[in-house]
């Protein structure tokens, strides 16, 4: 699995506008191939979204539509560049 974690500052209204979006950001992630999950965290003045996929190829994928997306629907709202951490994940746990 390929993990993909975006951190947005002073982005509350863009965390504002992603909630509202909610069904339009399933529909677009659920077309990238090896899709596994998503998590829209809340922090501060921001937060931060977690993109798991099968492969890197897929995570990849997530990023250029997630920036596409953002672009086209929240460009003045998401303040900094976001950081974008990503890489294989070392230990996965799921109930």
């Known amino acids: 699995m390929y993990v993909v ?8 209204e863009l965390m504002d506008a992603l ?10 992630l659920h077309d990238v191939r090896g899709f596994l999950a998503y ?11 977690i993109t798991a ?5 897929g995570a990849e994928e997530s990023n250029v539509l997630a920036a596409d997306w ?9 303040g ?4 974008i951490i990503e890489g294989k994940a070392a230990i996965y746990v799921a109930k």
């Open 80 to 83: 900094h560049v976001p950081e």
């Open 70 to 78: 953002i672009t086209e629907h929240a460009l003045g709202l998401a």
């Open 5 to 12: 974690v975006r951190r947005y500052r002073a982005a509350s």
């Open 53 to 57: 996929c099968e492969d890197r190829a």
């Open 19 to 28: 909630e509202a979006n909610q069904s339009d950001i399933e529909r677009l």
């Open 39 to 49: 998590y829209l965290v809340r922090s501060g003045d921001g937060g931060v979204s």
